[in-house]
């Protein structure tokens, strides 16, 4: 939806390439016609990894696609606006795994598992030190996102009932996060980078737990996703997102050290880059070859399935697509060798 929209900025990647002062390895040597493509984005880095480093990096202009890049507060606000038209396609956390699951978008990439990057934080000094303290508190998140979906297995793996123990409190992130700051909440479920602010603004907040306790468990993944009929007529298009993806993950894995500090320069100025290498560090990457196989083997569905079912569960999904349905494991397949 429009009104969701906060920085647009349309991305040009020779200009791109040109301000980054990088190699433009295997890059076309003569202008070729380029794919347009409306992308929604929730501004992390385990969201925006291969985004970025395919627009430094001249991958996305080899395989000619350009990306017109649209940035949103949650995968929420993203997909009800893919939804609505707004978008060809997204990138996003946990929520991958529940509007296809409702026949609403197509899924088809998976970034990373993030492994540590939803957090729980409480303020001891509010009497929240342990995990049964947190009977009859409050706690602020985002419902429906990556945060929520981990503090639901968090809560339950200490014997707390969700729906009973204790009293979410369901507001956008940053609105959660300065909650928590200014002592309305005694603990607040998040996901990183907001964890930055917590530390310098509370530097007594203690993080209770953060998603890796619960790994594989109640791993959460997060990817791409596309309107079901951009995606049913733009396979062609679709194919070389994901070879240019590809190229841009392995990239980003081989080459880490040199290419955080420029998508911090481009893309998180306001971010010092030991917390970007920090966020980096908390999500689990696998090279297009290693997703091949997880995706073969049925790994990757089942990740995506069990968030799917706790999708299902709190948000009352009458017969879920299942995610063997909605989520295209053959595009990577077809375009990533073994």
Do not use: C
Not at 109 to 119: H, K, P, S
Not at 135 to 149: F, M, R
Not at 206 to 215: C, E, G, I, N, P
Not at 310 to 316: H, I, K, P
């Amino acid at each position: 939806m429009a009104h969701h929209f906060q920085t647009r900025r349309r991305t040009i990647v020779a200009a791109s390439l040109a301000a980054a002062g990088l190699s433009t390895i295997g890059a076309p040597a003569t202008a070729q016609q380029r794919t347009k493509i409306r992308i929604g984005y929730v501004d992390t880095l385990a969201v925006t990894g291969q985004l970025w480093t395919g627009t430094h990096r001249g991958h996305w202009a080899k395989e000619g696609i350009e990306f017109d890049p649209v940035k949103f507060n949650t995968g929420l606000e993203l997909f009800n606006a893919m939804i609505g038209g707004s978008l060809d396609m997204l990138s996003t956390g946990a929520v991958i795994s529940n509007f296809p699951a409702r026949g609403q978008g197509k899924a088809f990439l998976i970034n990373n598992i993030e492994f540590a990057t939803a957090q729980l934080w409480i303020r001891e000094d509010q009497g929240v030190k342990t995990w049964a303290d947190l009977k009859g508190k409050k706690i602020s998140t985002t419902l429906g996102t990556t945060a929520h979906v981990f503090l639901d297995a968090a809560l339950r793996a200490n014997g707390l009932d969700p729906a009973k123990d204790v009293e979410l409190v369901n507001q956008g992130m940053p609105v959660a996060v300065t909650s928590f700051i200014s002592g309305a909440v005694p603990a607040v479920a998040l996901w990183v980078p907001f964890n930055v602010q917590v530390r310098q603004r509370v530097p007594t907040a203690k993080m209770l737990v953060d998603a890796s306790a619960y790994f594989p468990k109640s791993a959460i993944v997060g990817g791409w996703a596309t309107r079901s009929d951009y995606h049913e007529k733009n396979r062609a298009v679709l194919a070389q997102v994901v070879r240019g993806w590809a190229a841009s993950n392995d990239d980003l894995i081989r080459n880490v050290d040199t290419i955080l500090p420029v998508i911090q320069e481009k893309n998180y100025a306001q971010v010092p880059l030991s917390d970007l290498q920090e966020q980096f560090k908390a999500s689990r990457y696998n090279t297009a070859a290693e997703w091949r196989k997880l995706y073969q083997d049925g790994t990757a569905l089942g990740w995506l399935q069990q968030v799917t079912d706790f999708y299902a569960r709190f948000g009352g999904i009458q017969n879920p697509v299942p995610s063997r349905t909605y989520f295209d494991t053959q595009l990577l397949l077809e375009n990533v060798k073994a």
